[in-house]
């Protein structure tokens, strides 16, 4: 491993992710919240929960009583006068149903006084949901389109419809009450009826549009999923106030700030990636070809997210196997990398962020017997980059404003 390259890499993953942490975000949200006469009740779900809670009940002193249910180890503590609960993701379980059922009962009887401050982040479809098909049949249609290369808006539109919750019927549970919602995007473009499948926004998915992503996937659903394909979700809310706040824009932003603070040219290439992640991972390193000879120190910068098509049955995720496709065509190309790292702290079911690599990997690995197409065709890129000391492990971070990629070349 480049050493150099590595600790460049650690300062601009560090820098980027702190500048898009909830906590100045939420208060700057919060400038516009005048609560009603009445009960101020607080929701918060998503990966980024705990932090957007925490943010915001310190901004406000106090609520009358609140919800958060976020990923499991993203808790850092007690929130005065909030319940805090932990629960499954990417795959939503029996803790993401309970941790619901109790914001349900938080917000039902309310008046036209009360005001209910909704905080959302990526992740809350999983980790917000009340199924109207059995639970065990909605973790597998949730594996289905993981599996399947869906992207986020292909799975929310279904799983808007399999919901008590999503496609708008969280702020219907909260009416006649207002709802003050707050939203993290992790989506591209920051569809706010797409962000967490849009618990407290109209959906403007159709049942056509859902059932022909059924048929593009070939997804396995019963007769009773089948029939909620046809149920329509709310395309209009009066109760709902709406900010949106972070976004993938502010972290590329950022890891330019950062590349160019560290003596790269930064290059923005894109905010709205959305391919293969193995295709994304072998156009950087071209990229990176193409410019060896310029005599520059380069950072191309790329944020969005990638899709994983599962092929084995290995340990990674999307950061992960889009470092490590990389890899290949950084061989021999001294002083080239490529790194990808997910916001949240969290990659796929890993306890790593993201992956690492450079123009030492392949030859590392090779001398390890370890052959990258075969570990991409196992997904396994976890255990071949920790290998050689390429994750990248940050722990939760509190934030979730997708991924952000970056190529760096310093000749």
Same mark, same amino acid.
């Given at each position: 491993?480049?050493?150099?390259?590595?600790?460049?890499?650690?300062? *601009? *993953?560090?820098?980027? *992710?702190?500048?898009?942490?909830?906590?100045? @975000?939420?208060?700057?949200?919060?400038?516009?919240?005048?609560?009603?006469?009445?009960? #101020?009740?607080?929701? %918060?779900? !998503? =990966? %980024?929960?705990?932090?957007? %809670? =925490?943010?915001?009940?310190?901004?406000?002193?106090?609520?009358?009583?609140?919800?958060v249910v976020t990923k499991y180890g993203h808790v850092k503590g007690e929130i005065p006068g909030v319940g805090c609960y932990e629960a499954g993701h990417p795959v939503p379980d029996e803790n993401s149903f309970s941790a619901t059922e109790k914001a349900l009962e938080l917000v039902r009887g309310l008046t036209e006084s009360d005001t209910v401050l909704f905080l959302l982040s990526g992740g809350g479809s999983a980790l917000f949901e009340r199924p109207l098909v059995p639970g065990e049949e909605l973790q597998e249609i949730t594996r289905q389109l993981l599996a399947c290369g869906a992207d986020i808006v292909e799975m929310n539109t279904i799983r808007k419809r399999l919901s008590e919750v999503k496609g708008g019927r969280f702020a219907q549970a909260c009416a006649p009450a207002r709802v003050f919602s707050i939203v993290l995007s992790d989506i591209i473009g920051d569809p706010l009826d797409m962000i967490a499948s849009g618990p407290a926004y109209p959906d403007s998915s159709t049942c056509e549009q859902a059932k022909a992503i059924v048929? =593009?996937? !070939?997804? =396995?659903?019963?007769?009773?999923?089948?029939?909620?394909?046809?149920?329509?979700?709310?395309? +209009?809310?009066?109760?709902?106030? #709406?900010? *949106? #706040? !972070?976004?993938?824009?502010?972290?590329?932003? @950022?890891?330019?700030?950062?590349?160019? +603070?560290? !003596?790269? +040219?930064?290059?923005?290439l894109t905010d709205r990636l959305a391919c293969e992640a193995r295709e994304a991972g072998s156009f950087l390193a071209s990229l990176l070809q193409s410019h060896a000879k310029d005599g520059r120190s380069l950072a191309f910068i790329a944020g969005g997210e990638t899709v994983v098509h599962l092929t084995g049955s290995g340990l990674g995720g999307r950061n992960q196997e889009l470092a490590l496709a990389a890899a290949p065509g950084l061989a021999g190309l001294t002083g080239a990398a490529v790194f990808s790292v997910g916001s949240d702290g969290t990659d796929g079911p890993t306890d790593a962020a993201g992956g690492y690599v450079d123009w030492e990997t392949q030859p590392e690995l090779a001398g390890k017997g370890l052959d990258i197409p075969a570990v991409l065709k196992e997904n396994d890129a976890y255990h071949a980059l920790e290998a050689v000391g390429g994750l990248i492990v940050t722990g939760p971070t509190g934030t979730n404003v997708n991924d952000v990629a970056v190529a760096m070349l310093a000749p």
């Amino acid at each position: 491993m480049d050493k150099k390259l590595r600790h460049d890499a650690d300062k *601009i *993953i560090a820098a980027s *992710i702190k500048a898009v942490l909830p906590d100045e @975000a939420v208060r700057r949200a919060l400038e516009d919240f005048e609560p009603g006469p009445g009960r #101020t009740l607080l929701v %918060a779900a !998503g =990966k %980024a929960a705990w932090q957007m %809670a =925490k943010a915001a009940v310190d901004a406000l002193g106090d609520v009358d009583g609140g919800v958060v249910v976020t990923k499991y180890g993203h808790v850092k503590g007690e929130i005065p006068g909030v319940g805090c609960y932990e629960a499954g993701h990417p795959v939503p379980d029996e803790n993401s149903f309970s941790a619901t059922e109790k914001a349900l009962e938080l917000v039902r009887g309310l008046t036209e006084s009360d005001t209910v401050l909704f905080l959302l982040s990526g992740g809350g479809s999983a980790l917000f949901e009340r199924p109207l098909v059995p639970g065990e049949e909605l973790q597998e249609i949730t594996r289905q389109l993981l599996a399947c290369g869906a992207d986020i808006v292909e799975m929310n539109t279904i799983r808007k419809r399999l919901s008590e919750v999503k496609g708008g019927r969280f702020a219907q549970a909260c009416a006649p009450a207002r709802v003050f919602s707050i939203v993290l995007s992790d989506i591209i473009g920051d569809p706010l009826d797409m962000i967490a499948s849009g618990p407290a926004y109209p959906d403007s998915s159709t049942c056509e549009q859902a059932k022909a992503i059924v048929r =593009k996937y !070939g997804l =396995k659903l019963s007769d009773t999923a089948k029939a909620l394909l046809d149920r329509e979700n709310p395309k +209009e809310l009066d109760n709902v106030a #709406t900010r *949106i #706040t !972070g976004s993938v824009r502010e972290l590329c932003a @950022a890891a330019a700030k950062a590349c160019r +603070e560290l !003596g790269y +040219e930064p290059v923005l290439l894109t905010d709205r990636l959305a391919c293969e992640a193995r295709e994304a991972g072998s156009f950087l390193a071209s990229l990176l070809q193409s410019h060896a000879k310029d005599g520059r120190s380069l950072a191309f910068i790329a944020g969005g997210e990638t899709v994983v098509h599962l092929t084995g049955s290995g340990l990674g995720g999307r950061n992960q196997e889009l470092a490590l496709a990389a890899a290949p065509g950084l061989a021999g190309l001294t002083g080239a990398a490529v790194f990808s790292v997910g916001s949240d702290g969290t990659d796929g079911p890993t306890d790593a962020a993201g992956g690492y690599v450079d123009w030492e990997t392949q030859p590392e690995l090779a001398g390890k017997g370890l052959d990258i197409p075969a570990v991409l065709k196992e997904n396994d890129a976890y255990h071949a980059l920790e290998a050689v000391g390429g994750l990248i492990v940050t722990g939760p971070t509190g934030t979730n404003v997708n991924d952000v990629a970056v190529a760096m070349l310093a000749p």
